[in-house]
């Protein structure tokens, strides 16, 4: 990575913002584009990998959420994400850059695969529902970088992660992952502004993995892999949600009862990751998730907490 122009897409977001933390210890020039450089657009992404020529490029701009705004914004996980990435990653062949680095999801896995999913488990079967619009997306974006491969001989990887979280992270209950909902939830019950309430049964188990740790990983991917196999990046501390939203109020200091909110969906019943090829490449993680719940929420106070008069 010394000397080379990596070119963060998607900086300003969680992961982006970790890549970046990251890639400070590397000697490596990170490149941003301003937001008003849209993905979308072919003409502005060319445009703007013309003028800055990056030797590396790590696709983590996408739009992303939870559970409820996969399902409810079914046309924009699907276009969005698929322009962007069709646009990124023929704009990184277009200007020969040395080495692509692209986001899958744990959730693109079929729903019912066989636990933990290893990574030849992709397309042998149904998706979940509630995210097949994204999932469909980022299946395409991993055969991109496959094809890109065979047919012009470019270095352009997948990374498969499992659910992340921390710092930088959506904290918006609409439309955020379960885990910064869950600490803003019990935050809210804590302070006396709201109830502690869980969607869904409970009852599904979840893998979590801090962002810190997944910029780390996808460094050392950038380092040290080079194939068309999308590599797992988990954890392998997998957590039922009901466990989850109690070690969260654990944490936070959260005393109340839990409520159950039946009406919204549990998703995918499991999804662990098999982490074990990443592990032969000689990359684990550091960070548990008692560890990172606290940091997170510590972040969470320090950028302002949100109160529920912000819910949107
Ligand atoms: N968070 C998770 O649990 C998981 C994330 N991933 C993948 O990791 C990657 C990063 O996710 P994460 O950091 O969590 O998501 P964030 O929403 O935090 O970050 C995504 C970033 O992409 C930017 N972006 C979205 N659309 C465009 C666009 N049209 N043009 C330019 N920029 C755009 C967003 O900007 P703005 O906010 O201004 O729209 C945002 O800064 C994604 O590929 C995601 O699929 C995979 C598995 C799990
Ligand atoms: C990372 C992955 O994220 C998405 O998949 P998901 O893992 O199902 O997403 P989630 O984090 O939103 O929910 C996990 C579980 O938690 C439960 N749950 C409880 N209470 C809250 C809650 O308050 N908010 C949310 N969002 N979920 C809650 C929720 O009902 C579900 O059972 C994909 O769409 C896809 O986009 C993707 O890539």
Redesign the pocket.
Same mark, same amino acid.
């Given at each position: 990575m010394v000397g080379r122009k990596v070119y963060v897409? !998607?900086?300003?977001?969680?992961?982006?913002s970790a890549l970046v933390r990251r890639l400070e210890g590397e000697g490596c020039h990170v490149l941003t584009?301003p937001?008003e450089?849209? &993905?979308?657009e072919q003409a502005l992404v060319r445009q703007w990998f013309k003028e800055n020529a990056p030797d590396v490029v790590i &696709?983590?701009?996408?739009?992303? %959420?939870g559970i409820w705004a996969n399902d409810n914004a079914p046309a924009e996980f699907l276009y969005?994400?698929l322009?962007?990435e069709m646009n990124v990653i023929d704009a990184a062949r277009e200007n020969a850059a040395e080495k692509l680095l692209f &986001? %899958?999801?744990?959730?693109i896995y079929p729903r019912d695969a066989p636990q933990p999913m290893a990574e030849d488990a992709l397309l042998t079967g149904p998706l979940e529902s509630t995210n097949e619009w994204?999932a469909i997306a980022?299946i395409a974006g991993i055969k991109l970088c496959q094809a890109y491969r065979r047919q012009y001989g470019c270095d352009f990887i997948s990374a498969m992660?499992?659910? &992340?979280?921390g710092p !930088?992270?959506?904290f918006d209950l609409a439309t955020s992952?379960v885990l910064p909902a869950l600490i803003r939830k019990a935050h809210e019950a804590r302070i006396g502004q709201g109830d502690f309430t869980v969607w869904g049964t409970g009852s599904p188990l979840r893998e979590f993995l801090h962002?810190d740790d997944f910029a780390d990983a996808c460094v050392h991917l950038l380092k040290t892999y080079s194939g068309e196999v999308p590599v797992n990046v988990g954890s392998g501390q997998e957590v039922s949600i009901r466990e989850l939203a109690k070690l969260v109020a654990d944490i936070v200091g959260s005393a109340g009862e839990l409520v159950f909110d039946g009406t919204k969906p549990d998703g995918t019943p499991r999804k662990l990751l098999d982490s074990s090829y990443l592990a032969g490449l000689g990359w684990t993680p550091k960070i548990t998730l008692a560890q990172g719940i606290a940091s997170t929420y510590e972040a969470f106070l320090a950028n302002g907490a949100p109160t529920h008069t912000d819910r949107k």
């Amino acid at each position: 990575m010394v000397g080379r122009k990596v070119y963060v897409a !998607g900086h300003r977001g969680m992961v982006g913002s970790a890549l970046v933390r990251r890639l400070e210890g590397e000697g490596c020039h990170v490149l941003t584009a301003p937001r008003e450089t849209d &993905l979308r657009e072919q003409a502005l992404v060319r445009q703007w990998f013309k003028e800055n020529a990056p030797d590396v490029v790590i &696709l983590a701009a996408a739009k992303v %959420g939870g559970i409820w705004a996969n399902d409810n914004a079914p046309a924009e996980f699907l276009y969005d994400n698929l322009a962007i990435e069709m646009n990124v990653i023929d704009a990184a062949r277009e200007n020969a850059a040395e080495k692509l680095l692209f &986001l %899958g999801s744990s959730c693109i896995y079929p729903r019912d695969a066989p636990q933990p999913m290893a990574e030849d488990a992709l397309l042998t079967g149904p998706l979940e529902s509630t995210n097949e619009w994204y999932a469909i997306a980022k299946i395409a974006g991993i055969k991109l970088c496959q094809a890109y491969r065979r047919q012009y001989g470019c270095d352009f990887i997948s990374a498969m992660p499992t659910n &992340l979280y921390g710092p !930088g992270d959506n904290f918006d209950l609409a439309t955020s992952h379960v885990l910064p909902a869950l600490i803003r939830k019990a935050h809210e019950a804590r302070i006396g502004q709201g109830d502690f309430t869980v969607w869904g049964t409970g009852s599904p188990l979840r893998e979590f993995l801090h962002v810190d740790d997944f910029a780390d990983a996808c460094v050392h991917l950038l380092k040290t892999y080079s194939g068309e196999v999308p590599v797992n990046v988990g954890s392998g501390q997998e957590v039922s949600i009901r466990e989850l939203a109690k070690l969260v109020a654990d944490i936070v200091g959260s005393a109340g009862e839990l409520v159950f909110d039946g009406t919204k969906p549990d998703g995918t019943p499991r999804k662990l990751l098999d982490s074990s090829y990443l592990a032969g490449l000689g990359w684990t993680p550091k960070i548990t998730l008692a560890q990172g719940i606290a940091s997170t929420y510590e972040a969470f106070l320090a950028n302002g907490a949100p109160t529920h008069t912000d819910r949107k």
